[in-house]
């Protein structure tokens, strides 16, 4: 049986200026132990700056997002290639802010995964239900198809998936510990090979530190996605700690 590494990765969204690099300080400060993987993944305005500052320690830089194009005209986006480049190990892709505001489809998320896998990235695919897909009895359904449409062919330790329901994102409401273990073992049993016990699976959707203990505590809860409690460094932080 594959003895599984929990990943806590922060997402900072479009939030974070230069002088925002100080939490990498302040967050190790606040480090007591770290037997998990940990990544941060500043907006892409930092990465250059928190490469440097990562370069030394124990802690990943991964994106945001990238292109399902390795390079040319595409006036605005960042290739999986620059972001190796910069000293990127991990990219999030199929963000739900993304597939909403974005109208990022399924067949996208796929794309840009491949292109992360091709430059040796691992990809952080997001899939999650709204509320009303959960309301109806249709949540499993929902994201087993975000799945299966979203997934490349992979190994499962090249990949990590993140279950964040959109109605948990930023709302301050967190999927109850039997909703998310229902889910994530969905997901694994749904997972195309047989390395399946091989595969992370990230929690998403208000995770704080007073939620964060029974949510890693599921036996297929691999780790959490972070937004807004990774700013905080020292909560970031918290949520390490009570992870190791
Ligand atoms: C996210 O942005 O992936 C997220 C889960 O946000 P929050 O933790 O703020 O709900």
Same mark, same amino acid.
């Given at each position: 049986m594959t003895i599984r590494r929990p990943l806590i990765a922060g997402n900072w969204k479009m939030n974070g200026r230069l002088a925002d690099t100080a939490w990498v300080e302040r967050f190790q400060d606040a480090l007591? @132990?770290?037997e998990v993987d940990i990544l941060v993944c500043p907006p892409a305005t930092l990465l250059h700056a928190f490469g440097e500052l990562l370069a030394s320690r124990a802690i990943a830089l991964g994106a945001q997002d990238c292109s399902p194009e390795p390079d040319g005209a595409y006036t605005g986006d960042i290739s999986a290639g620059m972001l190796k480049d910069i000293g990127c190990s991990y990219v999030i892709v199929g963000h739900s802010e993304r597939r909403s505001g974005h109208g990022e489809s399924d067949a996208l998320i796929r794309s840009k995964a491949e292109a992360a896998l091709r430059e040796g990235l691992t990809p952080i695919i997001c899939i999650g239900e709204n509320l009303d897909e959960r309301e109806v009895g249709r949540a499993i359904e929902t994201v087993l198809a975000q799945l299966a449409g979203s997934l490349p062919e992979a190994s499962a330790e090249k990949i990590v998936i993140a279950y964040e329901p959109v109605w948990a994102i930023g709302t301050g409401r967190s999927a109850g510990p039997d909703e998310a273990q229902e889910m994530h073992a969905a997901i694994r049993a749904a997972?195309?090979?047989?390395? @399946?016990?091989a595969l992370r699976i990230l929690y998403g959707g208000s995770v704080k530190p007073d939620n964060a203990g029974e949510l890693l505590a599921c036996p297929d809860v691999d780790g959490a996605l972070v937004g807004g409690a990774s700013l905080d460094p020292r909560v970031f932080a918290r949520l390490v700690n009570l992870s190791s």
């Open positions: 007591v @132990a770290s997972w195309p090979g047989a390395d @399946a016990q």
